[in-house]
């Protein structure tokens, strides 16, 4: 047997590829959008990419299953568990089978048997492999998908928050009890390799570690330690980051079906002309992909910042319209289009080259200033700034600069009637990473005169500023 985990960075998204050696059949579980890893790894091991299977519809990525069946003819594992809204609408004349509790399916010598594991989703199954062709007769591994990480268990309020379906995060958290009930019976040894590390939005304490076993989350893990079903609940839900907007499209999608990536070419604007033309369009968003620094220092006006980093991904399912085109400058088209469309952002109308800034005379650039904590302290404390705190709830709640006004990041448009032109802004987070980005939305709004805080609320507490709780 063969096994190889695929992880995407930006979206702490795990993807497996398990494939038969005697047979040369291969299975990718859990497909990513961006399918070209799989491929090479198959060219290149000399397997066939006979199927693909899902653990449930994602909420937080566009699932790569379709464009592996479509255009390579895999056939497709998916879950039939669920009711009507649980099932997938795309598959119509593709090779697939649907799943439920206790069915099994094989790829080559490898066998895989299904648990329907519910409580992130309805419809969320775990496959359980036994490797028949290593002679085998006991599991080797589980793919948990969204079901059970290292260290946390996947989330059962995404329904309610994120698709408005009250109630459901009651329900799914007390099926999530008793799915558990189910991890707890196999045995130890039982490998678990889960659909997300650290840095997913699936959970509140995701582990860094790529993969663990029963016993070692048996005995770890606080959610299968905790005996009392209403204790469990009331902790399950207590905590959980508020989820990205982008989450409910992504379960729109996957379910009925994402488009297939084109192979067409995203224009790239080198001139400036072109690009002022561009500009009247106000069915289009203009996103600036350089580091913070560079954005800061100049930048054409109207122009958002997105820095490309590890919380691109996240921030653009935050700041995006879908209804939208996008224009991107970057110097790494490639992988921030891939970055994009991995949470289905199709339609990039252009690319334009950084140079373009600096081409010429004319072009209306604008920036701000970036300026360490300690400086800032005494004119805050004088009431010479409005100061915009654009953290989370739970870290404003931990402690806040007396007389800030929290508008955070992801929610910072339905507050801009809230911000006043006349006076000079303060922005900051916690480190200075999300107030760039929330900076250059106030730009591109009107809001010019602002200063962004490096090193965040952080440095502040360093230089011994007062920090309000509550």
Partial sequence: MYLRTFFDEQLAQYSYMIGCQRTGEAIIIDPARDITPYLE?????????????????????????????????????????GNADWKYQYVEGISHQGLKGGSSFSIGNVQFEVLHTPGHTPESISFLLTDKGGGSEVPMGIFTGDFVFVGDVGRP??????????????????EMFESLKKFKELPDYVLVWPGHGAGSACGKSLGAVPQSSVGY??????????????????????????????????????????????????????????????????????????AAEEYANGHIKGFINLPYNKIFTNWAGWVLDYEKDLVVLTDQKSSVKHALQSIGFDRIAAFVEPDVISNGEDAPLEGYASIPAGELIEPAKNGEYFIIDVRNDQEWEDGHIPGAHHFPLGHLDEHLDEVPKDQKLLVHCQSGARSAIASGLLMANGFNNLINVKGGIAEWKEQNGPIQKG
Avoid: C
């Fill in 157 to 174: 309020d995404l329904l309610e928050k994120a698709a408005g379906q009250q109630g459901s995060s009651e329900q799914g958290a007390k």
């Fill in 217 to 290: 989350e048996k005995k770890n893990n606080w959610a299968l330690k905790i005996k009392d079903q209403e204790e469990f609940i009331e902790k399950l839900l207590s905590g959980q980051p508020e989820p990205p907007p982008y989450f409910a499209m992504m379960k729109k999608i996957n379910k009925a079906g994402p488009d297939l990536l084109s192979q067409s070419k995203t224009p790239v604007i080198t001139e400036k002309e072109r690009m002022q033309q561009l500009l009247q369009n106000n069915h289009t968003t203009f996103i600036d992909a350089r």
């Fill in 41 to 81: 790894t198959a060219k290149k091991e000399g397997f066939h990419l006979a199927a693909a299977a899902e653990t449930h519809i994602h909420a937080d990525f566009v699932s790569g299953a379709r464009e592996l069946a479509e255009n390579h003819g895999a056939k497709l594992y998916l879950s039939d568990e």
